[in-house]
């Protein structure tokens, strides 16, 4: 997993030093088969409807490089029109593939006159903000800090006082926090403290779960610490980091061959002159779902009836066209046909007809069903051979050759069934899990890879007696003394949920026999050892 402490747009890895994660450096559109620029905007008077797909562009890579993944994306149009921000809603976009942005939306009225003060080859004033979110691995320092409680809830009392807040502005709080309220202690000799920056940031992501609470996807500051709070440095965590890119709407449109071809009126034609139809989809297509999605349209008019049909990689916009007889109003109809994959095979679902406007949205409420995106990262195939997902009579299998895959339903379930092949052929039953909306995107934690565990160390009662003095040191870390009836707990970072947490170590420990009597202190060689629960060994 990646180490969240960039350097020119790298990130470490925590396991592999010698591989980096490379971040994009920005957007770009995608394009269709003849290399038109997949960016539409359909323009009305009573509403705009903006078509959008963009992937990531990343610089040039080594071969130690990888691209960066992310675990979640989402866009909204931000305008400085007359030096004055107005930023639009957010909107959700996939995730699992260099495509950050492929969705079909139609826009809210401050969003419609954003996109209407934007000219065809005006200034730069419109442009996409893309945030990413990344999880990756805390850095690690062999230091416990001890926070002071009172001064915590100090720090957080403006936050606590408007009720409840978010993540970045409880970690800037706690960021803050003068010296007087933190405690450095070493936990090995010679422990070089990290940059005050970087420990401050470590400190408050390691503290932010002890100091608030969940409400949604909210927190609420707690008030009732205790006296002091102690957050241990070197044990491995993951936290989450937001990736900003910006692509310019205006820039583009300055600079393709012909603006009027992604930038358009949507007009009320006169008698016998053609008449557009803007379409534009929004159901995600793929083989294991919606297969394909046809349209159908009844203009009344000499033109009769339209019809187009969306593919799984084609182009989700499309413009039909058709002569208006009279000047009675326009009364077009439509209904929609989708070839969805079930657990029978393919299905037809048809739709009731429907009246629209010169401007239509096809989205699954529409069609009157859901969709579910079920997603895998490439690292959870590093430890299992397929993820299967079931809900219902249907189970998804997701591979490293096809790690997504979609569910099509009237309704979405609480819940899925998960489990896992390992790459020995063992299955591994995860359990009910629940569903979020849209769907699942299973990385890492899912499968609980990097995963700290709490491996506790202790000597078998019948060897207590003929031990005087013991200390047990892991790899890596200090030596420590207990009491023979005692136990040290240590924390490990394990491979994988199914695979038992590993740790080498060894003991000093001065024998005692029979009457009491001590010898001289043996060492033992470094063992290996495996399990939450590790009953140490001594030499003879």
Same mark, same amino acid.
């Given at each position: 997993m990646l180490l969240l402490q960039p350097h020119d747009g790298r990130y470490p890895d925590d396991a592999e030093p010698a591989r980096r994660w490379v971040a994009p450096d920005g957007l770009e559109p995608l394009r269709d088969p003849a290399g038109v620029p997949q960016v539409f905007i359909a323009r009305g008077e009573t509403g705009s409807v903006l078509t959008l797909r963009l992937r990531a562009h990343s610089p040039v890579r080594t071969p130690d490089e990888l691209a960066i993944r992310y675990d979640a994306a989402r866009f909204r149009l931000r305008s400085t029109v007359a030096g004055a921000r107005t930023d639009g809603r957010w909107f959700d976009a996939p995730t699992g593939s260099d495509v950050v942005v492929d969705r079909t939306v139609a826009l809210d009225g401050i969003e419609a006159a954003m996109i209407r003060a934007l000219a065809p080859r005006g200034a730069d004033t419109l442009e996409v903000e893309v945030e990413l979110t990344v999880v990756g691995a805390l850095p690690r320092w062999p230091w416990l800090v001890r926070l002071d409680g009172p001064a915590v809830v100090a720090q957080l009392q403006t936050l606590a006082a408007a009720g409840t807040t978010t993540r970045e502005a409880v970690l800037d709080a706690l960021a803050g926090l003068g010296p007087q309220a933190l405690l450095w202690l070493p936990k090995q000799a010679g422990a070089i403290p990290p940059p005050p920056d970087a420990g401050r940031a470590a400190v408050a992501e390691h503290a932010l779960a002890s100091v608030t609470t969940a409400e949604g996807e909210a927190l609420r500051v707690r008030t009732d610490l205790p006296a002091h709070l102690d957050v241990d440095l070197s044990v491995w965590r993951t936290a989450a980091t937001t990736l900003a890119l910006r692509w310019s709407l205006s820039q583009f449109l300055a600079t393709v061959p012909d603006p009027a071809v992604h930038l *358009?009126?949507?007009? /009320? @034609?006169? @008698?016998?002159?053609? +008449?557009?139809? %803007?379409?534009?989809?929004?159901?995600?297509? %793929?083989?294991?779902?919606? =297969?394909?999605?046809?349209?159908?349209?009844?203009?009344?008019?000499?033109?009769? #009836?339209? %019809?187009? =049909? *969306?593919? @799984?990689?084609?182009?989700? *916009?499309? #413009?039909? =066209?058709?002569? #208006?007889?009279?000047?009675?109003?326009?009364?077009?109809?439509?209904?929609?046909? =989708?070839?969805?994959? &079930?657990?029978?095979?393919?299905? !037809?679902?048809? &739709?009731?007809?429907?009246? /629209?406007?010169?401007?239509?949205?096809?989205?699954?409420? +529409?069609?009157? *069903? !859901?969709?579910?995106?079920f997603a895998a990262d490439a690292v959870v195939f590093t430890r299992v051979r397929e993820l299967s997902v079931t809900l219902g009579r249907r189970t998804l299998v997701l591979t490293a050759g096809e790690p997504l895959a979609f569910a099509v339903g009237q309704h979405a379930p609480a819940s899925v069934t998960v489990a896992a092949v390992g790459t020995d052929g063992a299955r591994h039953d995860l359990g009910a899990v629940p569903l979020l909306p849209g769907g699942l995107v299973f990385g890492a934690l899912a499968l609980g890879i990097g995963e700290t565990a709490t491996v506790t160390l202790s000597l078998p009662e019948a060897a207590r007696a003929r031990v005087a003095y013991l200390a047990v040191q892991v790899e890596g870390g200090p030596w420590r003394t207990l009491d023979p009836g005692g136990s040290v707990r240590w924390p490990v970072r394990r491979d994988d949920r199914f695979t038992a947490p590993r740790l080498r170590y060894r003991t000093r420990h001065v024998p005692r026999d029979a009457a009491g009597a001590t010898a001289a202190m043996v060492e033992s060689p470094l063992r290996d050892a495996s399990g939450e629960s590790i009953t140490l060994e001594l030499p003879p």
């Open positions: *358009f009126e949507v007009i /009320t @034609p006169a @008698p016998l002159q053609a +008449a557009v139809v %803007h379409v534009g989809n929004d159901v995600p297509l %793929h083989p294991t779902g919606v =297969a394909r999605l046809e349209v159908e349209l009844s203009t009344g008019s000499p033109s009769g #009836r339209l %019809h187009h =049909a *969306f593919e @799984p990689g084609a182009p989700s *916009f499309a #413009r039909l =066209a058709y002569v #208006r007889e009279t000047a009675a109003p326009v009364a077009l109809q439509w209904i929609a046909r =989708a070839t969805v994959m &079930t657990s029978a095979g393919p299905q !037809v679902i048809e &739709t009731q007809a429907k009246s /629209t406007g010169p401007m239509l949205e096809l989205v699954p409420s +529409a069609l009157d *069903f !859901v969709v579910l995106r």
